[in-house]
T-cell receptor, first 111, second 114 residues
Framework: GEDVEQSLFLSVREGDSSVINCTYT??????LYWYKQEPGAGLQLLTY?????DMKQDQRLTVLLNKKDKHLSLRIADTQTGDSAIYFC???????????FGSGTQLTVLP | EADIYQTPRYLVIGTGKKITLECSQT?????MYWYQQDPGMELHLIHY???????EKGDLSSESTVSRIRTEHFPLTLESARPSHTSQYLC?????????????FGQGTRLTVV
């Protein structure tokens, strides 16, 4: 099947910016999402972007969308130790518009 | 804060037992989903529902079954658990408004079959 792809691991120093990348497959996706999963917890919606936008900023989070290349990125400014988690990008597809997730990127923030 | 609940949070059970994982939401959402999450993090959709009396199989084949008799309740059942069923199971519900599927997730059930 078609995959949503992410790199598996990212380590950054506290205070630096983190950039998590994702490529998706369904060009008809109208919304694309970033979810965060902390250890032992479910997924929490962080932010989403409408497909006719190139960028969306929400406090420390910036989402960039390149629809031509089907590339989505999440930038976290001033990364903190509390940002350590797994980050999933997702697109909605199918008749129920169910979410299809990438493999997740484990972000580790080093002090 | 999401109003979707899964029980139990953790379950260790012997091979061959029948188990039911519970999922309830109080948001009145029509669509509900079950995802299986591998130890290596990847999430796979195993079941979903459009609403009451609707159940559909997801992208990943699963030996589990689901039912949707009430809007708020979407239990998942394994008739005979096996060690290969050991995984984390995440339930979600969503509403679809203007093209946006905002999904809310439960805390998950971590199942270990010994």
């Amino acid at each position: 099947g078609e995959d949503v792809e992410q790199s598996l691991f990212l380590s950054v120093r506290e205070g630096d910016s983190s950039v998590i990348n994702c490529t998706y497959t369904d060009s008809s996706s109208t919304y694309l999402y970033w979810y965060k999963q902390e250890p032992g917890a479910g997924l929490q919606l962080l932010t989403y972007i409408f497909s006719n936008m190139d960028m969306k900023q929400d406090q420390r989070l910036t989402v960039l969308l390149n629809k031509k290349d089907k590339h989505l990125s999440l930038r976290i400014a001033d990364t903190q130790t509390g940002d350590s988690a797994i980050y999933f990008c997702a697109e909605s597809r199918g008749s129920a518009r169910q979410l299809t997730f990438g493999s997740g990127t484990q972000l580790t923030v080093l002090p | 804060e999401a109003d979707i609940y899964q029980t139990p949070r953790y379950l260790v059970i012997g091979t061959g037992k029948k188990i039911t994982l519970e999922c309830s939401q109080t948001m009145g959402h029509d669509k509900m989903y079950w995802y299986q999450q591998d130890p290596g993090m990847e999430l796979h959709l195993i079941h979903y529902s459009y609403g009451v009396n609707s159940t559909e199989k997801g992208d990943l084949s699963s030996e589990s079954t689901v039912s949707r008799i009430r809007t708020e309740h979407f239990p998942l059942t394994l008739e005979s658990a096996r060690p290969s069923h050991t995984s984390q199971y995440l339930c979600a519900s969503s509403e679809y408004v203007g093209g946006n599927t905002e999904a809310f997730f439960g805390q998950g059930t971590r199942l270990t079959v010994v």
